[in-house]
Structures are given as C-alpha cells and as structure tokens.
C-alpha cells in the first residue's frame, strides 16, 4: 500500500509546463526517444556521460537510428529559442538545473549471469549531488522487483543527504522500446507507471500520459511495475525456448520446425512463435534478473532458467550443425571458410548488444574454420571494439558454407550462387532465403 504525501499536487504540478525541467540520464535506444518526445513539451537535459555521443546528439545525428531527426532538429531548435526544447550535455553540474530525472542506462548482466547494477547505481549517485527538495528520480532500466526502493533509493538518501519520500521521491516506468520497430514506438505502446506515494504515483502518470498517445497504466506499487518488466521478456524467452527445443528434437526426427508451426498454426490458439537465436539487451538479460531475485530469496526458478539454458546454446547448435553439413559433403574443416550474414541481434537494426551470433562464430573458430562476418547495418568499429571482430566491407569471395543469422532486407536479393560452389553449405536461421537455396534451417 503507498503512503500518502501532500507535498506535490499532482493536479497543480503541469499548470506551468516550463517549471517542469526534465533530465534523461543515459540517451541510447530508450533514453534518445524518450528525451525527444518531451522536449516537444518541456525543458529536457539530455544527458551522457559519452562525451562523443553528445557532441554527435548536439549536431542532430545518431547513430542508434532510433531517433526521428526531424523530430530532433525540431527540439534542438526549441531548445535554443526557449523554455521547451532539449539542450545536450556531458557535465554533471548542469543536472542542478532540473527537477525530474529519467533513468535510462543499462542494466546487463556479468560473466556469471549475474545482474550489474554499477551504471545504474553510478547514475543515482550522480543524481543524488544534484537532489534538491521534492525533485522526483524516475528509474526506467530494467531491474528485478525492489530494486528501485532496495538498491537505488539508499544510494539516493547518502549522496543527497535528503530523506526518501520527505526530501526526494521515486517513480519506476518501464522502457518498451522495441529496437529498429518503427511502427510500434514510444507513443505508441501503452506504459506502465507507478510512484513511491500516492501523489508521486498519479504525478508520474501524468507525465508520461502527455506524451504517451496509446495511454498509461498506473501499477499499484514500484515493485509490480518492476515485475511487470521483467516478466514480459521472461515470458517471451520462455515461448521461444520452447520453440528452440522443437528445432533440436526435429532436427534429429528430419523434418522442418517451419513446416510444423504452419501446421500446428492452422489452429486459432496456437502461439506462433519461430526459432531463432536469442540476444539483446532485454529478452536475453532480464530472465536473469527475475532468477536472482527469486534465488535470494530462496527459490530456486525451474521454467525461466531451463529456458535460457536452451536459448543460450542455440548458437553451438547452428555451428556444429553446419559442421555436420560440411562433412558430409566432402569439406576437410581445418581451414573451411565460413561466411556470417549479420552480427546484430535483430534485422534491420544496428543494435549489437548481447548479439548472440558471436556464439556460433566462436564455435566455428573451435573447430578450425576460417570465419568472415558481414553486415551492412552494425558499425563496424564498435563491433571490434566489444567483440574482436572484423566486419567484411563487400563481398567478393566464395565460401565452403553460408550462414544467414540476421534477416536484413539487405539480403533479400543477395545472389547466394556467386558466393558458392556446387558443394557449398547454406544454413538459414530464419527461414529467410529461399527454400530450394538452402541445406538446413531453423
């Protein structure tokens, strides 16, 4: 149940937009969109601690591509003729100009699964400096339930030296942004609020409910919007899991886990969900969270973890699969050469967080093979920088296998034939390429 607090009205708070100055802490995929939405409305802070990135923002360009530029030379230019309007920034000391402040850094996990919460617990801490009496600190990064209240507020109380919910107030909504998906965007998906009072929690569905056409949702405390999150992925990894499982045991009956879902989808209850390696920065980290919370607390999860052990491995899967193929058809695998087709984790999306392709790359290595990687829309020296790997800049040799791992429209009138021999291999993930063209798929 939330306590009750007098101290904001959340009716007479928006009747002077411009006192309502907003800092968005962290300006990547969820952050950028966020901020430029409301600076069509209020005075927005675009804050990272990336001083490039913000240089970069300054100049109306991104390299997320999540962000409209239109939309983001508008808001630029409203920053500099007034009240509304975004301004970029780098330096924590300006984050003392503002009231509310919008956390939007990731939270991944570490080598152990385990969740991170330094960037998140490092964003509060700078945050806390700059608390003044009634500012409100509304967290968006995915955590697991109590993080807010539990790890967060504390970090908040020492820094600011004010009292929880008597100096300073937290709010949690969720991020939905859907990576590269510009049909179903901010606006446009339904958002989940909450607040750690009464007002706080109506204050900060208001908010949110200026800028969010599709409506909002006031969850009935911080931590049901935390939990809300965090099943939403564990939900969807578990169905693919599920799915994923359906690909190995086929693949040793011999038949097509495609030509059994269109089977089995004939039928109106049936989820259609497809195989597919799982990555990014949501459906393959936030399963974790949930795990964690639940074992410190004594349980230990049987579904949610059984479910990205299978979606974990399914990399190893596709590379020792295509092994097999090459074998057959006569290939010596010491010196093989292997081309990837995509390194993000998505189609049509630069995003290569948590990119799960990089699993069958190692496998392959393993194994001897010579392995080249291409995609139009990763950047290229972000790619060497987090993974090692150098991205081919065209394509012009021909390769003992193929294997198409994301479904970039680019592909769709790749020629294939001038990349193979007679006894080349092709290995499609997502059912993308044509049928006849392939030896396996997912």
């Known amino acids: 149940m939330l306590n009750s607090t007098p101290l904001l009205n959340p009716e007479k708070y928006f009747e002077k937009p411009e006192q309502v100055k907003i800092a968005i802490i962290g300006l990547g995929y969820v952050g950028l969109p966020l901020a430029i939405e409301f600076a069509k409305k ?3 802070l675009g804050f990272d601690i990336d001083e490039e990135r913000v240089s970069e923002l300054a100049t109306a360009k991104d390299r997320t591509k999540e962000a409209h530029l239109d939309d983001l030379n508008k808001v630029i230019s409203l920053g500099n003729e007034g009240a509304q309007g975004i301004h970029f920034s780098s330096d924590k000391a300006d984050l003392k100009n503002y009231n509310i402040f919008i956390v939007t850094v990731p939270t991944p996990i570490n080598q152990f699964k385990s969740p991170d919460l330094l960037p998140l617990l490092k964003a509060s801490a700078m945050i806390g400096e700059a608390l003044k009496e009634n ?9 697991y339930p109590g993080c807010t209240e539990e790890d967060c507020v504390p970090v908040l109380e020492e820094t600011s030296g004010l009292k929880f919910n008597k100096g300073f107030f937290v709010g949690y909504s969720p991020e939905r942004i859907n990576p590269g998906d510009k049909v179903n965007t901010l606006t446009t998906i339904k958002k989940v609020t909450s607040g750690s009072t009464v007002e706080i929690a109506d204050l900060v569905d208001k908010l949110y409910s200026s800028i969010i056409t599709a409506g909002t949702y006031k969850a009935a405390s911080i931590k049901v919007a935390e939990a809300s999150k965090a099943i939403e992925n564990a939900q969807r990894d578990v169905n693919i899991s599920f799915v994923n499982e ?5 693949d040793r ?7 059994v879902l269109d ?8 989820l259609k969900y497809k195989p597919g390696l799982v990555g990014g920065h949501c459906i393959g980290v936030d399963p974790y969270y949930l795990a964690y919370k639940a074992e410190s607390l004594g349980y230990h999860p049987q579904v949610i973890l059984s479910g990205r052990r299978v979606n974990d491995n399914m990399g190893m899967f596709v590379a020792n699969k295509v092994v097999k193929l090459l074998i057959k058809k006569g290939h010596k695998i010491d010196g093989s050469r292997v081309l990837i087709l995509g390194i993000t984790f998505k189609e049509n999306c630069p995003d290569t967080r948590n990119t799960r392709v990089v699993d069958i790359y190692h496998e392959l290595k393993q194994f001897g093979v010579q392995v080249d990687i291409h ?11 987090e993974y090692g790997m150098k991205l081919l800049t065209n394509l012009n040799l021909k390769y003992d296998a193929i294997i198409l791992a994301v479904a970039h429209d680019e592909y769709k009138n790749l020629d294939i034939n001038k990349l193979t021999n007679p006894h080349s291999v092709i290995f499609d993930t997502k059912a993308f390429i044509k049928r006849e063209l392939v030896d396996a798929r997912l």
């Open 42 to 44: 209020y005075n927005v």
């Open 135 to 143: 500012d409100i600190v509304i967290y968006e990064s995915t955590v």
């Open 246 to 250: 359906l690909a190995l045991i086929f």
């Open 253 to 259: 009956i011999g038949i097509d886990t495609n030509d």
């Open 263 to 270: 089977a089995a989808g004939t039928k109106w209850n049936f």
């Open 375 to 385: 995609d139009p829309w990763a950047n290229a020296e972000a790619v060497m920088k």
